[in-house]
């Protein structure tokens, strides 16, 4: 692609600029290819074989002015038209020359101007006949015609063959429907090719022929146009033509760039030797592409049409100086699809001046993907398939009809969308937190359209509506090599962090940098020694020399021996080499011929593929490899010794749009609803990647490839792995060892990424309790994943910031004794037997919870953050006099990660000394009277708020009661 070019994706979507603000209209002067119609669904093109459902088989439309804007040479009521294919495929063997010729029969022009060239039904296969009789023939448009429709002609391209046809025109001539290959295939064939709609009454038209016709005179000599130099067919003859390009380029069909055009010299591009620069035909064909790289409509056309029939392109104007092939082709036409929302319309065409009229795409009845527990914003294709005139989209949904699956709302509406534009109105789909994988859920979901201008025609169609579903994807497990279920599978998200020159660090103003600020060294822990810097709000994340230094870099080719990686793995396990060279992902592969081809396979087995080859997967070939001194396989890779992380409980969600990772790992695709979702799902581990090259320009991110292996810390009683063992997790229920592909995410220009990690499966299926490390494998040789922090979002030590009374010391009350736990991260309260009381017994042991009959309740801290749980033994009270208590958690509550702390109660120890004697009468005594006492005032020795005579009276009761010694093994 050339240094400032457009790419093709860009191609269709800028008629939306074109027209935007308003078309002024002329019309041609001359008859035009209105629309080519390639690509039928099903097998077929052709009449023969055809999908029985199909409204229309491949057509060609044209286009005739009213007569008064004719150009004189022109007859309306003889036209003398023929249509021209020339081969522009460079690899074909008939490159240049014509492929077919249609002499259109001479014809007055209908009072729509619309002429179709169409197919008539074949019986047998291979043909054996026409359809019907010569009076009955059926025409395959419009789901089937029977007699000449009375708003254009029908031409029947093979009206001609057998015994003819009478109730459609017949072509005078055609060069030639090859039978029986074309009758099934089609004669416009796929690929790149020259349209050309020729005046037979000029000068300068030639009588060529298919160079397959039986009629053609080698060498080439009558089936040559000669386009490149215009000494053959002559441009005066040409009334309109148009070429698409489907040139591969060796980049996966997206080669061709409309702006090359016209070709300069040595390109060895698809149609560079049919309409070289310079070439008389150069500037008046346009190239449009066949395939789009991205946009509402990624993938290979169906068909082209031209935008407006009632405006000019710039080589039909009355100047030459702005004639313009690349502006034409962006401009004059669109693709058409089977599936919409730009249908195939043979006999009609849009003018500026025709009303605005709604289209859905048809595959918006697809089912969307999306992951339990986030809201997926997806585009609905639509478009104004009308004429000049703006609407506004928006969406409305129905009742979901499993709404604990997922539930479907209206999303972002679409405004001002010009005539003969998409439009992308949302939807919102929610999967439930709790869906099970697989699971569905429909909704009726309505689009509705209305002027955006008053007194604008109303639109046609204003209101249509679709069934969608929505499948929730939730797995559990991965994959291995031969796609079979394996150990479990996490969630990797990806927060883009867009730069902002107004703003020296980007990351603090993030809702994580914000959570982090608040949360210092408790909630949340940090790897690198990097987070003073990363959190001050004046540190420039977008210079290269702050930011460099900070890089945790992937070691380099070359240093096998000095920082690749190689740690052993626990006593009957993987090393960690051996973990990354086994994985799914490094021994897998794709089977190639055979009886299963397309099926996962494992290179190890030799009988992965019967009859075939296992084609293997090369994602981390780069990244494994020798240290030659001491002969040991080693890993690209960088140790992330995170602080021991809980893999269960993350409390931390970002208020901002994610992109997860697929099942593949590819994070980011427009047209995925994995993509810019909101998420409620809470995550143990976020990454900070810089975008900031060393010149300090932005990168993508498109090629930072990484694999994540989990060092395990601590393991649940009967988990299948073992303290210190190496995990090579997979993404999204993909194949073990998947690695993230990329982290060029939404909306792009971004100075930093995020990748979040949701580890809870790792605790729920394999039954891992923390982990010790990560490390990141390089999945490409550039090594080009720039980590420059770390934090563990759920230590595995407790978030307790501290307690009222302290742990160790003593509860005074006969009732309503009160402790107050401040954490460091918000809470919610505990539900039953999440955090257990017990009063403590020698050698270590407790007795029976007595949780249930205590009261807990959140408090909001001085800042207003839920963060205080406050623990109240209520009448009848639980606890006994001269007991030690523990209240405690170990992994069953997740708001405040695992604590202890431990009482005795000593009944009247006013002043917290620890023993009950006279003092303490004398403190009661001294504070009487008092009716409104605080709940944590040691005088109120009975719990009823106030402090009185029979407080000192209790306390007398229990003098004098002694220091209690803690309970052995505590």
Not at 178 to 183: L, S, Y
Not at 518 to 546: E, H, K, S, W, Y
Not at 769 to 795: H, K, Q
Request: proline content about 7%; overall charge negative.
């Amino acid at each position: 692609m050339v240094a400032g070019s457009r790419s093709v994706s860009a191609v269709m979507s800028l008629i939306v600029l074109a027209y935007a603000a308003g078309v002024a209209a002329q019309v041609p002067d001359h008859p035009i290819i209105s629309e080519v119609y390639t690509e039928p669904p099903g097998a077929s093109d052709g009449p023969v074989g055809r999908d029985l459902a199909n409204e229309h088989q491949e057509f060609i439309e044209i286009y005739v002015p009213p007569a008064a804007n004719l150009n004189p040479i022109y007859n309306p009521n003889a036209l003398n038209l023929t249509f021209y294919e020339v081969e522009g495929d460079k690899t074909s063997s008939g490159y240049t020359l014509v492929n077919y010729r249609i002499d259109i029969p001479t014809f007055a022009r209908p009072a729509s101007g619309v002429v179709v060239l169409g197919w008539v039904d074949y019986v047998g296969n291979p043909p054996t006949g026409l359809a019907g009789t010569p009076s009955t023939r059926l025409g395959l448009v419009n789901g089937g015609i029977t007699a000449m429709p009375a708003d254009y002609l029908f031409v029947a391209m093979n009206g001609g063959q057998f015994s003819g046809t009478t109730n459609f025109a017949v072509p005078l001539a055609i060069s030639l429907i090859h039978m029986p290959n074309e009758a099934s295939s089609g004669i416009i064939q796929g690929g790149s090719g020259a349209y050309l709609l020729v005046d037979r009454n000029d000068v300068g038209y030639v009588e060529l022929y298919d160079d397959k016709d039986t009629a053609h005179v080698p060498p080439t000599a009558n089936a040559d146009p000669s386009l490149a130099t215009g000494t053959v067919l002559q441009t005066s003859a040409m009334t309109d033509g148009f070429a698409v390009n489907d040139d591969d380029n060796g980049n996966g069909g997206f080669g061709f760039e409309v702006l090359l055009q016209p070709y300069s010299g040595g390109t060895d591009m698809d149609l560079s030797n049919v309409l070289p620069f310079g070439g008389p035909f150069s500037k008046l064909i346009a190239q449009v592409p066949e395939v789009e790289a991205d946009g509402p409509d990624p993938g290979i056309a169906n068909g082209y049409a031209r935008v407006y029939v009632d405006v000019r392109k710039t080589t039909e104007n009355l100047s030459s100086a702005d004639d313009d092939p690349a502006q034409d082709a962006l401009n004059a036409y669109r693709h058409i699809r089977n599936d919409g929302p730009f249908y195939p319309t043979p006999g009609s065409v849009v003018a500026t001046t025709s009303p605005p009229e709604l289209s859905l795409a048809s595959d918006a009845t697809k089912t969307y993907d999306i992951l339990a527990g986030t809201t997926a914003n997806v585009a609905l294709r639509a478009a104004n398939v009308g004429g000049d005139y703006p609407i506004d989209l928006s969406v409305s949904a129905g009742a979901s009809s499993n709404p604990s699956v997922a539930t479907f709302g209206g999303g972002a509406d679409a405004s001002a969308i010009a005539g003969q534009a998409y439009g992308l109105p949302e939807l919102a789909l929610t999967g439930q937190p709790s869906s099970p994988q697989g699971a569905s859920a429909s909704a009726t979901v309505t689009v509705t359209a209305s002027n955006s201008n008053v007194g604008d025609p109303a639109v046609l169609s204003p209101i249509q509506t679709r069934s969608v579903t929505a499948t929730v994807l939730n797995p559990s497990t991965g994959l291995n090599a031969v796609g079979l279920p394996l150990q479990t599978t996490v969630f990797a998200a990806v927060q883009a962090v867009p730069s902002d020159t107004l703003v020296a660090n980007e990351f603090v103003g993030t809702s994580l940098g914000q959570y982090l600020v608040a949360q210092p060294d408790v909630a949340a822990l940090q790897t690198m020694g990097n987070a003073a810097a990363l959190l001050n709000p004046f540190t420039d994340i977008r210079n290269a020399f702050v930011v460099g230094p900070m890089i945790k870099e992937l070691p380099g080719d070359g240093d096998e021996c000095i920082d690749w990686k190689n740690p052993p793995g626990p006593i009957g396990r993987l090393s960690f080499v051996d973990t990354v060279s086994s994985s799914a992902e490094a021994v897998g592969g794709t089977c190639s011929g055979g009886s299963t081809p397309g099926q996962p396979c494992d290179t190890t087995n030799m009988f992965a593929c019967p009859g075939g080859t296992c084609v293997a997967r090369t994602t981390y070939d780069a990244s494994i490899s020798v240290c030659l001194a001491t002969a040991q396989s080693v890993i690209k890779a960088i140790r992330i010794n995170v602080p021991d992380t809980l893999t269960f409980g993350g409390s931390f969600s970002p208020t901002e749009s994610v992109s997860f990772s697929d099942a593949a790992g590819n994070v980011g695709d427009p047209a995925s609803s994995l993509t810019d979702v909101a998420t409620s799902r809470t995550f143990e581990i976020a990454l900070i990647d810089t975008q900031v090259r060393a010149n300090g320009t932005l990168e993508s991110g498109q090629t930072d490839d990484f694999g994540i292996v989990v060092e395990v810390l601590e393991t649940e009683p009967g988990s299948s792995v073992v303290p210190g063992e190496y995990v090579f997790v997979s993404l999204t229920g993909g194949f073990q060892g998947a690695d993230i592909d990329g982290v060029d995410v939404p909306p792009g220009g971004n100075v930093a990424t995020i990748v979040y990690l949701d580890l809870d499966n790792l605790h729920d299926f394999l039954g891992i309790r923390s982990i010790e490390s990560l490390y990141i494998v390089d999945a490409r040789a550039g090594g080009e994943v720039d980590f420059i922090e770390g934090f563990s979002l759920n230590p595995a030590g407790s978030f307790l910031a501290s307690a009222v009374p302290a742990t160790g010391e003593s509860l005074w009350r006969t009732n309503q004794n009160t402790v107050r736990l401040t954490f460091a991260t918000d809470i919610t309260a505990p539900g039953a037997g999440e955090i257990l009381i017990q009063p403590m017994l020698p050698g270590g042991s407790y007795g029976a919870d007595i949780s249930s009959g205590v009261a807990f309740t959140v408090e909001n801290n001085l800042g207003g953050l839920p963060r205080i749980l406050k623990i109240v033994d209520v009448d009848p009270p639980d606890l006994v006099h001269r007991q030690w208590y523990a209240i405690q958690s170990a992994g069953g509550w997740t708001g405040g990660g695992d604590f202890l702390v431990q009482y005795v109660v000593q009944v009247g120890d006013a002043d917290n000394n620890g023993v009950v004697l006279n003092l303490d009468v004398g403190l009661v005594n001294a504070g009487i009277p008092n009716l409104g006492a605080d709940d944590q005032d040691r005088r109120d020795i009975d719990g009823d708020a106030t402090i009185l005579n029979d407080d000192a009276s209790t306390v007398n009761a229990r003098i004098p009661s002694f220091r209690v010694l803690k309970p052995s093994g505590h």
